[in-house]
């Protein structure tokens, strides 16, 4: 016993070497990419920070004040709650519907389930920009394909991107078609996770469809829903690539998020500050969010 | 209450594959407790299923309470059924599980208390109405299952291995509840299992199935005194009954009949009258070479060979009260006897029960 706990001299300097080599790659990458970048925008936030000038004050929270006033920035911030919500509305119905359609084994499953995989395995800014040609004033094939049934007349036909509240409804389309495959998956599993047997004692007790639905599975899904709700939205609300390649927040700014709006005022308009106070704006937004979904979560835990 | 009636069901999972339930028939008698019962694969939980509406069979039909239910849905079948799992809803508290069925089928809400409490009083679990099913123990939970499935008060009851995931302990008291239960609501229960205990125990008949087919159908005595067939047989009872072969005959004797002569020169000794009982006999004289023995307590299992005759070499198991002390030598061979009564004869290729014959042992 005595010679196996004596510790061999510099034994234990080296694994705790190896470990730090291990694991500073990761550390190095958070601080550098994520870190550095997060400070950098508190400090610009709360200074007046411009592209091109090298002066640098602090003036406190002058740049809130100010965006806060601003009426472009409460209507971005007014369309980020409206996607986000609309969006994640339209997903979870969705991919509910999708889910209960996908659970039973039919013949081409697979493949089915691979196609609605699809938008989300694309990158974000290739689909955009498939939308974008979908969507087109004059290439549009969805307007080809209304003009063709006679719906419209080919000199009256809706400019999707450019009539303010068709574009809004574009970005929510586009929002949707890329979150509910991964909203589907994650409702599969949370389906396939309840006891066959639950759904069978409900219907032997008298319970049909839609009171098995929203009875016993929907609440026995809420902790895995939440999950899925937070990140949607996370992902909805910090997005500015759709908006961004779609519309660029037009017409008229009516499609402008906090996102495309901190990106169009800090570095198109090189006012840094007010941009960084823009993004900002989102953290305790996201953070409060996130709170009260994994309370949710945490509270509806079964089992 | 009613009866269950199947005719010819047959459920076939894979096209071209056997069925896992095939032709079944059977007819159950007014609030009788009928057991399934067989091994696993048997096809029992299947045919259990089907009659509850969860399955859908390939051909045949099912009655309950005379007319044909095929068509309908598990709702409209007015029965109740208990899972393996219980199957209780996880975020439901106890007084919501078991008012569910209520609300699912419209009964007015100012009834649900009473009728809640009246099945929950008949279980014993008042004090856990509140509770969610995750705070209770196991064997609380198969009640909740249970005054889930009395609630509505439904015409039949369909229990599938209730007690399989209770202790041992637990499992015997809630044998006895289950039992006392049925006779205080007489409601017809079909009752699945794969423990023979369970089945003897609480079953009026028992259906004895393999592969999808029902073997036998009796009392508990009738399918273990004279079962039908050499599965029967060698399935109920444990250890199960002796089967040695000669020629066309199979010949069958439990274990519990078969025993040293010794036993039979002190049933000499009883008086006259305390025997008559007791006329067992002509004996059959078999020489059995001792294996090995197995001490369980209440009762010694002696393994063996049959030492002589055309069954040379058969092994053969007996199964003594060990309140006989006799002793036993590994190796040795012993006198031991079976009474001719007690002989089974079975056909050696269908396996079916024939008529007895005379066999020569020496």
């Not at chain 1, 800014?125 to 004033?137: E, P, Q």
């Not at chain 1, 929907?218 to 609300?237: D, N, R, Y």
């Not at chain 2, 694969?41 to 390939?58: H, N």
């Not at chain 2, 005959?249 to 002190?266: D, K, T, W, Y």
């Amino acid at each position: 016993m005595a010679v196996s706990d004596r510790r061999r001299p510099g034994a234990a300097a080296p694994k705790w070497m190896l470990g730090t080599a291990m694991f500073a790659p990761s550390v190095l990458y958070i601080i550098l990419l994520i870190g550095v970048p997060f400070v950098l925008a508190v400090l610009y936030a709360f200074s007046d920070a411009r592209i091109g000038s090298t002066g640098f004050h602090f003036v406190g929270f002058e740049n809130f004040r100010s965006i806060l006033q601003s009426p472009g920035f409460r209507k971005a911030l007014r369309n980020s709650i409206v996607f986000t919500v609309s969006a994640q509305a339209i997903v979870i119905v969705c991919s509910n519907i999708l889910a209960i359609a996908l659970e039973k084994p039919f013949r081409g499953r697979g493949f089915i389930r691979f196609l609605i995989l699809l938008p989300w395995v694309a990158p974000v800014s290739l689909g955009t920009i498939g939308w974008k040609w979908i969507l087109d004033s004059i290439y549009s094939v969805i307007t080809w394909v209304l003009v063709a049934l006679h719906v419209y007349k080919p000199y009256n036909a809706p400019m999707w991107l450019g009539e303010p509240h068709l574009a809004m409804a574009s970005v929510i389309l586009v929002h949707c078609w890329r979150l509910i495959p991964f909203s589907t998956v994650i409702m599969l599993a949370g389906r396939s996770a309840i006891s066959k047997e639950i759904p069978e004692a409900a219907a032997i007790d008298g319970a049909g469809f839609w009171r098995t639905a929203f009875q016993i599975n929907l609440p026995m899904m809420t902790p895995i829903l939440s999950v899925a709700v937070l990140f949607g939205a996370i992902f909805t609300f910090t997005d500015m690539t759709v908006v961004y390649i779609l519309t660029a927040g037009g017409p008229f700014d009516s499609t402008q998020t906090l996102p495309s709006l901190a990106f169009a005022t800090g570095i198109a308009g090189s006012d840094l500050a007010a941009g960084a106070a823009i993004s900002l704006f989102l953290v305790p937004v996201l953070v409060l969010a996130a709170y009260f979904m994994l309370r949710l979560a945490h509270r509806a835990e079964v089992v | 209450m009613a009866i269950v009636e199947t005719r010819h069901l047959t459920k076939v999972f894979k096209q071209g594959e056997l069925g896992a339930v095939n032709d079944v028939s059977l007819t159950t008698h007014e609030g009788e407790f009928l057991v399934f019962l067989g091994p696993s694969g048997s096809g029992k939980t299947t045919l259990l299923r089907m009659i509850a509406g969860l399955e859908t069979p390939t051909s045949g039909e099912i009655l309950i309470g005379g007319s044909v239910v095929n068509r309908l849905s598990p709702r409209e079948r007015r029965i109740a059924m208990v899972f393996q799992s219980y199957a209780l809803y996880p975020h439901l508290t106890v007084y919501k599980n078991i008012a569910f069925p209520l609300k699912a089928q419209g009964v007015p809400k100012d009834q649900h208390r009473k009728k809640v409490e009246w099945a929950a009083g008949l279980l014993g679990i008042g004090r856990l109405l509140e509770r969610k099913p995750r705070e209770l123990s196991g064997g609380e939970r198969q009640r909740v299952a249970l005054a889930r499935a009395i609630v509505r008060e439904p015409a039949v009851f369909l229990l599938d291995e209730p007690l399989s995931n209770l202790d041992a302990k637990l499992r015997a008291s809630a044998r006895e509840e289950l039992e006392r239960f049925h006779g205080s609501v007489g409601t017809t229960t079909i009752y699945v299992t794969h423990d023979q205990v369970e089945a003897m125990a609480m079953g009026d008949r028992i259906v004895v199935m393999n592969f999808g087919e029902v073997r036998q159908i009796g009392t508990p005595a009738e399918v273990y005194d004279e079962p039908a067939d050499t599965f029967v047989a060698t399935f109920l009872g444990s250890p199960p009954m002796n089967l040695v072969e000669r020629d066309e005959v199979i010949v069958g004797f439990r274990p519990e009949h078969f025993f040293p002569v010794s036993v039979l020169a002190g049933r000499a000794a009883i008086p006259e009258p305390m025997r008559a009982a007791d006329r067992e006999g002509p004996y059959v004289p078999v020489g059995l070479r001792v294996g090995h023995e197995e001490y369980l307590g209440a009762e010694r299992i002696v393994y063996g060979s049959i030492e002589g005759g055309p069954f040379h070499g058969k092994t053969v198991v007996s199964r003594l009260a060990s309140t006989l002390t006799l002793p036993f030598d590994a190796g040795g061979v012993h006198a031991f006897a079976v009474s001719e009564r007690h002989l089974k004869f079975y056909d050696r290729s269908s396996g079916k029960r024939t008529t007895p014959r005379s066999v020569a042992w020496r």
